[in-house]
């Protein structure tokens, strides 16, 4: 019985954990990476995200990976293409004080916005 309590608990802990917040459709405004420290940084267009306690316009992660790579490649190109795009926050502020990027969708543009 204990057993499956504590599965039960550890279940739950993993669950409040992974949970993320996610946005409108936004907007980039500006994205940027400083080499030394691998972080790089977007804007959106409007409204603040993440956590109370580090919510902002702005969203940061790490380009010190393949995906963290990827990242900065597909959404340096919705900026610059005018797509928007959905962004997952995770529910922890970054230690650099701003949310941090969980996941992203870049969206296909309307068909009357043409290209």
């Known amino acids: 019985m204990k057993f499956k309590t504590l599965i039960c608990v550890a279940l739950s802990a993993f669950c409040t954990v992974a949970q993320a917040e ?6 980039i405004t500006q994205i940027g990476c400083d080499q030394q ?5 977007f804007s959106l267009g409007a ?7 580090c919510a902002s316009n702005k969203i940061s992660w790490s380009s010190d ?3 963290g790579k990827l990242a900065v ?6 900026m ?4 928007q795009v959905v962004v997952a926050i995770d529910s922890v ?3 650099n004080g701003l949310p941090q990027l969980k ?5 296909a543009k309307a068909l009357h916005e043409g290209a």
Do not use: D
């Open 65 to 67: 990976t393949t995906q």
């Open 103 to 107: 996941s992203y969708e870049v969206l």
């Open 37 to 41: 420290s691998q972080q790089c940084v």
């Open 73 to 78: 490649a597909l959404l340096s190109s919705a």
């Open 80 to 83: 610059m293409t005018r797509h």
């Open 22 to 27: 996610v946005s409108a459709p936004q907007w």
């Open 47 to 53: 409204e603040k995200v993440g956590p109370a306690e």
């Open 93 to 95: 502020c970054g230690e």
